[in-house]
């Protein structure tokens, strides 16, 4: 049973609370150790926090799993994991994440508290009002990245905060349109927002959302206004092959339907993941 209830909570998304680390690492505190482990625990309690949202969701969602030919698969719909297991497992978990929330950083816990306030209105109500729902997922990211920066207390640039809802909706807008084209005609029995859009209005905003994204980052890593300074703009390539590498594997591959999958899996993505930290390392920790 504990398994099946540690398979609920998804731990394979945590990888999406990696948003919490660049404050750390863009503010140059990544070799001080009061530091990093405020980071740390802020991440760890998303992913607590994350969890909890994933099992209301599976609970609130469990008629339309049981009919979807992936989600049927998840131990609540596939009954492994009985409702009331997962209600007090959620239960649990959102108290153990907002508790050590405040206890890190009074102001930390007030974000903390926000984000699980939005997802819980997003699994009961929001996730069927048409385009509120991604703009909510995408708010999940951004404060991921804006507790980032206050568990630890530090600034953060405006254009990061920016480019980070706009690389959020990008990746929220591709799992819809793929959602959409993977359940085909099942998409409204499964999934009812999914019949409010359609494949050329997701492709139009896909389109808007890659050019702002690049765009907001070029900025903010050219230094523009309040950024991070021209150290940083050896990096612009690496974003540059990561999204359009992501657009190629959606359109070619028909992959995106699962973004964190998509990372788990692809290579030359990781690949340029790394790359990227590593230019951003040099760029922040070497220069003046």
């Not at 999940?140 to 630890?152: D, N, W």
């Amino acid at each position: 049973m504990l398994f099946q209830i540690l398979v609920a909570m998804r731990p394979r998304q945590w990888i999406k609370n990696l948003f919490v680390l660049p404050a750390l690492i863009f503010s140059k505190h990544i070799f001080d150790w009061a530091y990093v482990s405020h980071s740390i625990g802020g991440g760890l309690c998303f992913c607590l926090l994350s969890s909890a949202v994933y099992l209301l969701n599976d609970v609130f969602d469990l008629e339309q799993d049981r009919i979807h030919p992936e989600k049927s698969k998840r131990p609540i719909a596939a009954g492994r994991v009985p409702v009331w297991v997962a209600l007090a497992s959620a239960g649990g978990l959102f108290a153990l994440g907002g508790l050590g929330s405040f206890m890190l950083r009074f102001e930390f816990g007030y974000v903390a508290l926000i984000y699980a306030l939005i997802n819980l209105a997003y699994s009961s109500k929001l996730k069927h009002v048409v385009l509120i729902d991604v703009l909510i997922v995408a708010a999940g990211f951004l404060l991921r990245a804006l507790g980032g920066a206050v568990v630890i207390d530090v600034a953060i640039s405006s254009w990061f905060i920016l480019c980070s809802f706009m690389l959020a909706l990008f990746l929220t807008v591709v799992k819809r349109r793929q959602e959409l084209i993977a359940l085909q005609g099942t998409a409204g029995v499964t999934r009812a927002i999914l019949e409010e859009y359609s494949i050329p209005f997701l492709d139009q905003v896909i389109s808007v959302l890659t050019s702002a994204t690049l765009v907001c980052y070029a900025l903010y890593a050219m230094g523009v206004g309040e950024g991070t300074g021209r150290q940083m703009q050896w990096t612009i390539p690496f974003v540059l092959y990561g999204v359009l590498r992501y657009l190629y594997l959606v359109y070619r591959k028909g992959d995106g339907e699962n973004p964190t999958a998509v990372i788990w899996r692809d290579r030359p993505l990781q690949f340029t993941m790394v790359l990227w930290l590593i230019a951003s390392g040099l760029g922040l920790y070497t220069s003046p």
